[in-house]
């Protein structure tokens, strides 16, 4: 069974890195500088397990007029399509309405935003490019 968790000590967000740099470094081939920027220190890390395995990321930055930001979504390749993002996802969302946040914004990759269509995110203007791969903006008011 998996279990999203909010990252709570250097173990767990190295895991929440490490599922990170898999997905986008390796498989994507997106660049570490860019992969990893100064928000890490600063966002809310969620890790996704399975037992000890880490296999999903997520990360949520609060951002201002009580805005906050889905960023770095990530499931390992061979569990895509077992329900890990969208658990990922509750979870980062739960969070956000504790924090007394209405609305998120997020920079889905094209391929992926049907996924988020189906959470009820909103795609927002014409797609474009980030980390050479296309994107595009959503957003989703939360009920809280």
Do not use: C, W
Not at 43 to 58: C, K, L, R, T
Not at 108 to 115: D, E, I, K, P, V
């Amino acid at each position: 069974m998996v279990d999203v968790r909010l990252v709570a000590d250097e173990t767990e967000r190295a895991d929440a890195l490490a599922v990170r740099h898999e997905v986008f470094v390796e498989e994507q081939g997106v660049d570490a500088d860019l992969e990893y920027d100064d928000h890490d220190g600063d966002a809310v890390h969620f890790v996704a397990y399975d037992g000890d395995e880490p296999v999903g990321a997520a990360r949520l930055r609060e951002l201002a007029d009580d805005r906050g930001k889905v960023e770095r979504v990530a499931v390992r390749n061979e569990r895509r399509g077992e329900g890990i993002g969208r658990l990922l996802m509750d979870e980062l969302e739960r969070r956000a309405e504790s924090l007394g946040l209405s609305t998120l914004v997020l920079h889905s990759q094209t391929h992926a935003a049907g996924f988020y269509d189906r959470l009820g995110y909103e795609r927002h203007g014409p797609a474009f490019e980030e980390a050479g791969i296309p994107h595009v903006e959503m957003r989703k008011r939360l009920n809280g």
